[in-house]
């Protein structure tokens, strides 16, 4: 079973990367590597606890589809995804958002089971685990860069 942690530093407030990790339009947008879709479920907006979203990607050069549930939810604290159905045995990603002297330590940690028994974890050890945090590291800096931009555009804004 192998799991995946990462840590992403942000300078922006925790509510703001909160809300645009669970932004399936901005999912979308930050996934274009992997053609990614929101093809069922909650195909727009925020998702929240206890709603579904199926997406269609590219990975491998295979057109796979996964759906995920929300099944904790503590904003802005804290969110885990759990597959329902899609390429995986099992699949769970918790996101954490600390806040940390004014800034806010976004961590990721994804645990799955690939299918295909011995093979699976074959595949985990070889090709799996490096593709998917590598995946996952991306997105991360795409999150980070946007989070910011949103962050400087508020206080930009002021409320003079």
């Known amino acids: 079973m192998p799991r995946i942690e990462l840590q992403t530093e942000s300078r922006a407030p925790r509510e703001i990367c909160f809300d645009l990790a669970r932004d399936i339009d901005w999912h979308v ?3 274009t590597a992997t053609r990614e879709q929101a093809v069922a479920g909650v195909t727009h907006g925020l998702i929240g606890l206890g709603q579904e979203v199926t997406w269609r990607a590219r990975h491998f050069g295979i057109w796979q589809h996964l759906t995920s549930r929300i099944v904790a939810f503590d904003p802005p604290r804290h969110f885990r995804d759990s597959m329902v159905s899609g390429a995986f045995a099992r699949m769970d990603h918790d996101h954490f958002f600390d806040a940390v002297d004014g800034r806010t330590l976004m961590r990721d940690v994804f645990d799955f089971t690939s299918p ?8 985990d050890a070889v090709v799996l685990t490096r593709h998917m945090r590598a995946f996952l590291r991306a997105r991360n800096q795409i999150l980070k860069v946007e989070a910011e931009a949103r962050a400087a555009a508020a206080s930009a804004t002021g409320p003079w």
């Open 29 to 31: 947008r930050s996934a």
């Open 116 to 123: 295909l028994g011995p093979l699976g974890r074959v595949a």
